[in-house]
């Protein structure tokens, strides 16, 4: 079993910045691709970015390039999201998520195994 707990949301004015983090543990945590989502009232659960473990390759949704970074550190099996530039769009509970094998699909949310409960993220105007 992988247990995937992320930290880092509160409530932050526009334009501001936060961290989030994911930490990722389970007796034989092994995965692929690390993914963060997010979900604001009465909308589906969206893609935000994704990192494979491996090579290290970065994806993003278009709304949060140049705004968002998304990185990893294997030692700790921790993965980030670095929001920058924030707005009140971004807001929305956000959720770290992880897949067990390969799949060029990193965007979609059947591509992963593994969810975390969320944080949620508000940013006030």
């Known amino acids: 079993q992988v247990q995937l707990v992320e930290s880092g949301g509160g409530l932050v004015q526009a334009g501001g910045s936060l961290r989030l983090s994911c930490a990722a543990s389970?007796?034989?945590?092994?995965?692929?691709?690390m993914g963060w989502f997010r979900q604001a009232p009465g909308k589906e659960r969206e893609f935000v970015a994704a990192?494979?473990?491996?090579?290290?390759?970065?994806y993003y949704e278009d709304s949060v390039k140049g705004r968002f970074t998304i990185s990893r550190d294997n030692a700790k099996s921790t993965v980030y999201l670095q929001m920058n530039g924030l707005k009140p769009e971004d807001t929305a509970v956000y959720y770290c998520?992880?897949?067990?094998?390969?799949?060029?699909?990193?965007?979609?949310?059947?591509?992963?195994?593994?969810w975390g409960q969320g944080t949620q993220v508000t940013v006030s105007s």
């Open positions: 389970g007796r034989t945590f092994s995965s692929s691709t």
């Open positions: 990192v494979r473990w491996s090579s290290g390759s970065t």
């Open positions: 998520a992880a897949t067990v094998a390969y799949s060029p699909y990193y965007y979609r949310r059947s591509s992963y195994d593994y």
